[in-house]
């Protein structure tokens, strides 16, 4: 079966896109709940961050030196060629047994000046296809690809509404994050327009709500407002926008797991640890119809 | 509210001669909007909405029935009323019918949709109080919850957006009929305390309704 395609992202910058792509890539292919799952995790942001989260700084410069980087892809477009994945592609973790695997199209510093010609010297609607075109070969190698997207509606978000299926939004409890959410579909709607084909951008599939903190009056006012305009942005598209549960809670658990440059799922269990597997299950669950 | 003319005098023959046709413009144009609204861009769609209020002010102006509603009450009663009868048309028609004692006929031609906000200016005008129709629609949408809707209490979350339209003034002079299990529920939504009524507390109400209206606006 053909890989689900998720895209992360959110205008407003520091919500846990990464955060977010990283644990439940981890999840999917570690969890003995999902033993045997294939993930593939491409970063889109020039930041590097899920890149350098996986690879560590080390093996960023061995991989980018090895030209195994999403910059290739988009160089290759540049040149009017096109580069396999496979070429591009870093293995992070792989489990003989159950054949569970994580393997990374990482991001590249380089990528920020392609960032500024978002036709790549050719035709835009060529330019936002690269990444689609690229996954289409391996689609069935995976289960899953996880798209971490940079915040912002640069070529590299537009290559990941093309190529994904849906938009997963990650959101923390706070007027900003839910302004991103908003130009989101409104930056998709309009983006969608100049296809016929209205699968061609991925839709928004969900929220996914981090550092939650329960009892924080200021955090359920938010979320009170964030359950108003998901209601009207379902009922603008006729599609539901699923609040995927439990929230995350705030704890100091992710950012040490971030600093030690390790996933959720490998750590000690924890609360949050647990938060991160339950929304990993309602996401499998609330996709799992969606060819 | 937007003026302060009494409303108890019957309008005059020329006056009813002004107002029939601009009812039916009203809803007409209140038709229109409602059935082609998905098809709309939301900076149209306001235009739109601004052309019905401005068709409204003009009725108000002649139909001293209304003239106790402000044209922000008038649009939020008219969505949640549309809403409330779409999802469920028999709990409303009952409704209604206990407080009219008996619904307004419904004349040859007459789109389901014009009648229903015929019938609207009828409670609005009977309840004369915008607020206790919201709660008729509010109980009616209890009844029968749309499936995949993220917004829990329903009539909390309406009558915070409708107090987030009006100014301080109006919402501090509608506090006396609002009902106290519905502040509580509206203040628990946006994390505010209102142990006693003080106007600072209704103060801070009002705040966070602006801020939830504001907020949530697409």
């Known amino acids: 079966m053909a890989a689900k395609i998720w895209a992360f992202l959110n205008f407003k910058g520091g919500v846990g896109k990464t955060t977010d792509t990283v644990n439940i890539a981890a999840i999917l292919a570690k969890h003995p709940d999902f033993r045997g799952t294939r993930v593939l995790v491409i970063d889109q942001d020039p930041q590097c961050n899920a890149t350098l989260w996986f690879l560590t700084r080390e093996r960023y410069h061995i991989a980018t030196e090895r030209n195994k980087s999403a910059y290739h892809l988009y160089e290759a477009q540049m040149r009017g060629s096109q580069v396999p994945i496979q070429d591009v592609i870093t293995p992070v973790f792989r489990d003989p047994e159950s054949g569970g695997c994580i393997d990374l199209v990482g991001a590249s510093f380089d990528m920020l000046e392609q960032e ?117 942005l379902a009922q603008q598209t006729g599609e539901r926008i699923h609040l995927f549960r439990p929230f995350i809670r705030e704890a100091t658990a992710v950012t040490k797991a971030n600093n030690e440059q390790q996933a959720l799922v490998d750590c000690e269990a924890t609360a949050v640890r647990r938060d991160f597997i339950r929304v990993a299950h309602d996401l499998v669950n609330t996709f799992r119809r969606h060819v | 509210m937007s003026n302060g003319k009494s409303a108890s005098s019957g309008p005059a023959p020329e006056r009813r001669a002004k107002v029939a046709p601009l009812a039916e413009g009203l809803r007409k144009l209140a038709d ?62 009952r409704r209604c019918e206990e407080v009219l004692g008996r619904l307004p006929h419904h004349v040859a031609d007459e789109s389901d949709l014009s009648w229903r906000l015929h019938v609207l200016v009828e409670v609005l005008d009977r309840l004369r109080d915008p607020v206790r129709v919201l709660a008729l629609t509010e109980t009616s949408r209890a009844l029968e919850p749309a499936e995949g809707v993220h917004v829990e209490d329903r009539g909390a979350t309406d009558a915070l957006l409708l107090w987030g339209q009006m100014t301080l003034e109006e919402f501090l002079l509608s506090w006396a009929k609002l009902d106290p299990d519905l502040v509580r529920r509206c203040a628990g939504l946006v994390g505010v305390t209102v142990s006693r009524p003080t106007l600072a507390a209704k103060r801070k109400l009002h705040s966070q309704a602006v801020r939830m209206f504001r907020n949530t606006r697409m």
Not at chain 1, 138 to 153: E, F, K, M, Q, T
Not at chain 1, 165 to 182: F, S
Not at chain 2, 70 to 90: N, T
């Open chain 1, 116 to 232: 500024e010609d978002p036709s790549l010297g050719g035709e835009p609607a060529k330019a936002a296809t690269v990444i689609q075109r690229a996954i289409e070969p391996v689609r069935n190698a995976y289960d899953y690809i996880l798209i971490d997207c940079p915040p912002g509606y640069s070529i590299f978000t537009r290559n990941a509404l093309r190529a994904a299926q849906h938009v997963i939004v990650p959101y923390t409890a706070d007027y900003l994050a839910l302004e991103g959410i908003k130009w989101i579909k409104q930056l998709r709607d309009r983006f969608a327009k100049g296809y016929a084909d209205p699968n061609a951008v991925a839709k928004i599939g969900g929220v996914i709500v981090n550092r939650y903190r329960a009892g924080f009056k200021a955090s359920d006012a938010a979320l009170a407002e964030l359950r108003v305009v998901l209601d009207q």
């Open chain 2, 32 to 93: 229109t909007l409602e059935s082609n609204q998905a098809l709309y861009e939301p900076i149209a769609f306001e235009r739109e909405a601004t052309a019905l209020v401005q068709r409204f002010r003009e009725f108000l102006h002649l139909e001293p029935k209304l003239h106790r509603v402000s044209e922000v009450m008038f649009r939020e009663c008219r969505a949640a009323w549309l809403r409330a009868w779409q999802q469920a048309p028999g709990e409303m028609e």
